[in-house]
T-cell receptor
Framework: KAGVTQTPRYLIKTRGQQVTLSCSPI?????VSWYQQTPGQGLQFLFEYFSETQRNKGNFPGRFSGRQFSNSRSEMNVSTLELGDSALYLC????????????FGPGTRLLVL | DAKTTQPPSMDCAEGRAANLPCNHSTISGNEYVYWYRQIHSQGPQYIIHGLKNNETNEMASLIITEDRKSSTLILPHATLRDTAVYYCIVRPSGSPSGGYQKVTFGIGTKLQVIP
């Protein structure tokens, strides 16, 4: 069974631009969570989606948004990029939210110049 | 939301057992303790999880204290490939119809296995 896939793997953007990252969960998994990882802040939870609805949300500004499609694939969008948004963005999938084990993808490394 | 605290770094000799502690003193009765590790900026890898009983799998053992306020991840025979950052997290039980709940990762312990 294929693991969690994320595209693109690497991305370079400039301040003020927007970016969309994609995540395909493990087949059969319906919950997708997104995390931001930076050297200074560690791994921080962004949001979790299940059945196309946002179920859990971390403390990030409204510039960070996401959505989930009927096939459980998820996208996250960051608008008006700032230098501090440079990070590794990780996606994790699980069968259902919260209690089930999450499996992480390789991440998308975003660099904002 | 329950939080976890871990030592920032530990060393372990190759072949010896690595014991990684985690404190989660505000854990609720229906919250699970999960352990993940991350090798060189790859995606975190699931290791093990438990509620209140000790657990063991092919990778590690998890010992949870009776009051559930702390736990220890044990790698029985550490190898160089076990060098990584180990995260202890608490997962809220939450229901799909529940309100927003934060998922909190600890700072992680950087384990260095020494030859």
């Amino acid at each position: 069974k294929a693991g969690v896939t994320q595209t693109p793997r690497y991305l370079i953007k400039t301040r003020g631009q927007q970016v969309t990252l994609s995540c395909s969960p493990i087949s059969g998994h319906r919950s997708v969570s997104w995390y931001q990882q930076t050297p200074g802040q560690g791994l921080q939870f962004l949001f979790e989606y299940f059945s196309e609805t946002q179920r859990n949300k971390g403390n990030f500004p409204g510039r960070f948004s996401g959505r989930q499609f009927s096939n459980s694939r998820s996208e996250m969008n960051v608008s008006t990029l700032e230098l501090g948004d440079s990070a590794l963005y990780l996606c994790a999938s699980s069968l259902v939210p919260s209690k089930e084990t999450q499996y992480f993808g390789p991440g998308t490394r975003l660099l904002v110049l | 939301d329950a939080k976890t605290t871990q030592p920032p770094s530990m060393d372990c000799a190759e072949g010896r057992a690595a014991n990684l502690p985690c404190n989660h003193s505000t854990i609720s009765g229906n919250e699970y303790v999960y352990w993940y590790r991350q090798i060189h900026s790859q995606g975190p890898q699931y290791i093990i999880h438990g509620l209140k009983n000790n657990e063991t799998n092919e990778m590690a053992s998890l010992i949870i204290t009776e009051d559930r306020k702390s736990s220890t991840l044990i790698l029985p025979h550490a190898t160089l490939r076990d060098t990584a950052v180990y995260y202890c997290i608490v997962r809220p039980s939450g229901s799909p119809s529940g309100g927003y709940q934060k998922v909190t990762f600890g700072i992680g312990t950087k384990l260095q296995v020494i030859p």
